[in-house]
């Protein structure tokens, strides 16, 4: 008899609680900040971590593991090999190469499509019900690349879009009003890189928009030069770059809320990478930030905006431009039908 039938009778094996499973594929700067984030907010008690480098993500989940007596219990594994995130949930991919300060996300296109081509079949043979969230660069591109690798419906592969970017207009906007940034209603939509739309026309605060009272706000012809904030956010990630060498902390704690969202049916908005087709007058599978609503099924809805021209016209012009960049790209595999209700 060992020890623990000393301490107890147990009548029943303890069952692995699948409910809340969250996987993460790449350990590096953002993955565990996406781990920390998720585990000190209680997104999951059920953490996997799986990366290409298994000594690190030994090393990682080791650590972690020593902080479980401040964390709510939570079971937390990895190493390199996918069968551990068998039954997830969730799947949150941060593997990937990222940009050196001055170079465009853009151009991390093809190399980190030939990684999502391999890692995302595997992800799904273990877990064939799962929901994608992409973080990995060019964000949009990718997420296209994951739902083609995937042939999950659309509505169950997102990327983590202008969630980050529409924060740091956000937090840019708070800072003049000197405001809560939750106070702020914002949106940056588009693409998470240097062609994101600020929505200037529906930037809000304390129900007034602020083009009602200043119809230049945002433009080129505004003499207080507001637009200079949304310069600052496309720059942010080099500036950042540039200081420490990578980003992680705002996009770890934006995707722990997207998590939850998703995990816990929150039926929350936030500007993901979604299939764009058939809004805004784009006819092809182009994936998009644009504010929609996220819960236990995936998307649920797509905010239908009410974007004036010049709007209209920037993110029409941005779809153009993802996808000439997700036509350049060669994904190894099949060609896979979307099996969403609108495409079906
Ligand atoms: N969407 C967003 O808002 C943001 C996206 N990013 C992007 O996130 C990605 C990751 O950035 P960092 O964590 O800083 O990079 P990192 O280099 O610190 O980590 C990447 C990790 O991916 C792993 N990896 C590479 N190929 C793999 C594979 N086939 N299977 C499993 N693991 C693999 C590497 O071993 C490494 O640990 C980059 O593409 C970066 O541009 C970064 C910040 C914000
Ligand atoms: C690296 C990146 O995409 C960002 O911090 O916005």
Redesign the pocket.
Same mark, same amino acid.
């Given at each position: 008899m060992n020890i623990q039938n000393k301490i107890f009778w147990r009548d029943q094996p303890h069952i692995e609680n699948i409910g809340d499973k969250i996987s993460i594929v790449g350990a590096g700067m953002?993955g565990m900040s996406v781990a920390v984030s998720m585990l000190g907010t209680g997104v999951t008690k059920n953490l996997v971590l799986v990366d290409a480098f298994g000594d690190k993500v030994k090393g990682e989940v080791l650590d972690l593991q020593h902080g479980a007596l401040f964390l709510k219990h939570p079971r937390i594994q990895g190493g390199n090999d996918f069968s551990a995130t068998q039954g997830s949930k969730l799947c949150i991919i941060t593997a990937g190469v990222?940009?050196e300060p001055g170079e465009s996300?853009l151009s991390l296109a093809q190399r980190n499509a030939d990684i999502m081509a391999k890692l995302v079949p595997e992800l799904v043979k273990h877990s064939p019900d799962t929901m994608i969230l992409m973080v990995g /660069?060019p964000?949009d591109v990718m997420t296209y690349v994951a739902w083609k690798a995937s042939g999950l419906p659309s509505h169950k592969v997102m990327g983590a879009g202008t969630t980050?970017?529409t924060q740091?207009f956000k937090v840019a906007l708070s800072r003049k009003f000197n405001l809560n940034p939750a106070n702020i209603h914002a949106w940056i939509i588009g693409e998470?890189?240097d062609n994101s739309i600020a929505l200037w026309s529906s930037v809000n605060i304390g129900g007034i928009r602020i083009q009602q009272i200043n119809s230049k706000f945002g433009t080129d012809e505004d003499p207080e030069n507001w637009m200079e904030l949304h310069k600052d956010v496309i720059g942010?990630?080099q500036a950042?770059?540039e200081l420490k060498g990578?980003? /992680?902390w705002?996009?770890g704690m934006s995707v722990a809320a997207m998590a939850k969202a998703l995990i816990t049916n929150k039926l929350t908005i936030y500007p993901v990478s979604v299939n764009a087709k058939g809004r805004y007058g784009i006819e092809e599978d182009i994936f998009i930030p644009l504010p929609s609503v996220l819960g236990s099924n995936g998307i649920t809805d797509v905010v239908h905006l009410n974007l004036n021209e010049r709007e209209l016209t920037d993110l029409q012009n941005t779809a153009k431009l993802l996808k000439q960049v997700q036509d350049t790209i060669k994904i190894k595999g099949k060609e896979i039908k979307c099996k969403c209700r609108r495409c079906k």
């Open positions: 953002v990222r940009q996300r /660069n964000c980050l970017d740091r998470h890189g942010a990630a950042i770059q990578y980003t /992680n705002g996009v």
